[in-house]
């Protein structure tokens, strides 16, 4: 009796963290939706890059920058090079003649930190955070300021496209993955704020900055900061853009591993948002959406096990154990036929799912045991081609979204 409770458990757990709270949210933001009041206006805004040894991409983002649909009077471009020593910063100082303004962090101390520090320096009333290698549609910064019109809004995320030009498995898994999360972030914009935003293209009031931990992430940390101020995080997700996919599954692991380590740091520092009573709905995202998601493998484990310790006691246990086993070992042959460098199609979708949820357990055994990663470390092993690229710098194009 008990390994049938036991089974039944996880399997619940785990269809409500992937099925259930979808659907329950999807249902939620049309019961209760919070719209939001959006103006076409154009505050001073600071485009902050962040950037360490970006020297191929740089040029291509800072002309793609300088291309923007935006008064040019009222837009800033600041590169935050994270001590950089390859040509980075030598081609910010080529760009300075354009406006373009460096801020160097002399040590690494990350990402974060040289972020903060380049928005010490900065003057917009708004201040846009983006990568190096990160691809704006030219309205991309008028789209994202208009819900600033909401005096209920602190911080805004935009939409990114991942792009897989190498058709890699891990590159079609992470669009499906990615695709998955925006209904998510729609949906939870809708019924009132965000938990997270993608890094490559959010926004924030001046105002609203605040100073992180260098060992926090940034652009989940950013979320919970707003709510705490008592202002919504939203989505717009007609400020495009566009990043391109890892195409290796280790260089995805090893992203992962860092982002999942540093966000359970920043969910123990931030721990009280996860009080019912006191944070409501936003709690109950925090739950569903991150702390459930991260404990998926725990519950495929037990899963699994009980299911094999009642393989014998129905048909339904038989069946169900070796559907469990075909979907693994598909996940394997993904993981052979990537290694190969064989296209493997739909088995993209579980050799994604597995990579993600082994990226979890990495990603808990590091936290547990205090391990973190101070320094910044980007993988770039791809970029959006200029095929994809070119459409983005046409100015009759500006106002097409994605």
Known sequence: MELEIGFWFFLGVTIYTYLGYPILVFVLSRLFSRPIKKDEFTPSVSVIIAAYNEERDLPAKLDNMLLLDYPKEKLEIIVASDCSDDNTDKIV???????????????????????QQAAKISSGEILVFSDATTIYQLDAIRKIVRSFADPDVGCVAGQLVYVDNAESAVGKGCQSYWGYEKFLKKCESQLGSLIGVSGCL??????????????????????TEIHLQGLRTVYEPDAVSMEST????????????RVISQTLRALSKYREVFS??????FAFQMMSHKALRY??????????????????????????????????FSAFVGWVAERMKVKIGPLAIPYYFMLVNIAS??????????????????????????????????????????
């Open 295 to 328: 404990l998926v493998p725990i519950f495929l484990l037990g899963l699994l096990v009980t299911n094999w310790l009642l393989i014998n006691d129905s048909a339904a246990y038989y069946y169900s154990f070796w559907g469990q086993a075909g979907f693994y």
């Open 361 to 402: 357990v990495a990603g808990i055994i590091r936290f547990i045991n205090g391990g973190t990663q101070v320094v910044w470390e980007p993988l770039r092993d791809g970029k959006v081609k200029t095929k994809n690229a070119e459409p983005l710098a046409k100015p009759q194009l500006a106002s097409k979204g994605t």
């Open 202 to 223: 959010y926004a924030v009031r001046r105002i609203c900055q605040v100073r992180l931990s260098n060992q926090m992430i940034d652009d989940f940390v950013i979320a």
């Open 276 to 281: 019912l009573s006191r944070h409501g709905m």
């Open 246 to 257: 890892n195409k290796r599954g280790k260089d995805e692991l090893r992203m992962r591993i």
């Open 93 to 115: 100082h080529e760009y300075s003649g354009r406006g373009v303004v460096l801020s160097r962090q002399e040590v690494r101390l990350g990402k974060t930190r040289a972020q």
